[in-house]
């Protein structure tokens, strides 16, 4: 991963709420007695990261831009994947993927076609008090396996969110099989970014 990601390792709870915990009291310089109140902050963004089943958890902090969560879950989709069926997803989300879906694109990969989805929350999320929080989501495919990537990159703020699209497109389209197969589970088998 690039260095502006900073991985938290979800796959162990208690160091993740420790390591998310400090990288909260880092970005927002937090005093030494703020600790715990950030490491609750810190539990309850981790718990709530694993019981959405997710594998991947990371904070993205580009220079000059606002601080980012990046989470990865596992979908299931048709073992067929191909440009094509890209293509018809890429176009349903557009089409009804809701008021917030302003652009989809997509990108190709060494593991095949992948789309991205640009989320940006407009005049009807305010109205109905959603957070509005920008988005970045990519549908990475692995091939033969019926299994894709979901990766989301969210951010509060708009604060260098062109750096975010920059970083996001780069991690998606360096998404490839890693050359050694260590085990047979899904974040070690699947995807090197």
């Given at each position: 991963?690039?260095?502006?990601?900073?991985?938290?390792?979800?796959?162990?709870?208690?160091?993740?709420?420790?390591?998310?915990?400090?990288?909260?009291?880092?970005?927002?310089?937090?005093?030494?007695?703020?600790?715990?109140?950030?490491?609750?902050?810190?539990?309850?963004?981790?718990?709530a990261?694993?019981?959405?089943?997710?594998?991947?958890?990371?904070?993205?902090?580009?220079?000059d831009?606002?601080?980012?969560?990046?989470?990865?879950?596992?979908?299931?989709?048709?073992?067929?994947?191909?440009?094509?069926?890209?293509?018809?997803?890429?176009?349903?989300?557009?089409?009804?993927?809701?008021?917030?879906?302003?652009?989809?694109?997509?990108?190709?990969?060494?593991?095949?076609?992948?789309?991205?989805?640009?989320?940006?929350?407009?005049?009807?999320?305010?109205?109905?008090?959603?957070?509005?929080?920008?988005?970045?989501?990519?549908?990475?495919?692995?091939?033969g396996?019926?299994?894709?990537?979901?990766?989301?990159?969210?951010?509060?703020?708009?604060?260098?969110?062109?750096?975010?699209?920059?970083?996001?497109?780069?991690?998606?389209?360096?998404?490839?099989?890693?050359?050694?197969?260590?085990?047979?589970?899904f974040?070690?088998?699947?995807?090197r970014?």
């Amino acid at each position: 991963m690039p260095p502006a990601v900073r991985r938290v390792p979800i796959e162990t709870p208690q160091l993740a709420i420790q390591e998310y915990a400090a990288i909260l009291a880092e970005l927002r310089d937090a005093p030494a007695g703020a600790a715990a109140d950030l490491e609750a902050v810190a539990t309850e963004a981790v718990e709530a990261t694993r019981a959405q089943g997710a594998f991947l958890m990371a904070v993205v902090t580009p220079p000059d831009a606002a601080p980012a969560l990046l989470t990865g879950f596992v979908l299931e989709v048709p073992e067929n994947w191909s440009g094509d069926v890209a293509e018809l997803l890429r176009d349903s989300l557009e089409n009804v993927g809701g008021p917030d879906v302003r652009e989809t694109i997509t990108v190709d990969t060494a593991l095949g076609p992948a789309v991205i989805v640009q989320r940006v929350p407009g005049v009807e999320q305010a109205r109905e008090r959603r957070p509005l929080t920008l988005q970045l989501q990519a549908f990475v495919p692995e091939p033969g396996t019926g299994r894709m990537l979901l990766l989301t990159l969210a951010c509060a703020a708009a604060d260098g969110w062109v750096a975010h699209q920059h970083l996001f497109a780069e991690l998606v389209a360096s998404a490839a099989q890693p050359d050694v197969i260590a085990e047979e589970s899904f974040e070690h088998q699947t995807y090197r970014l």
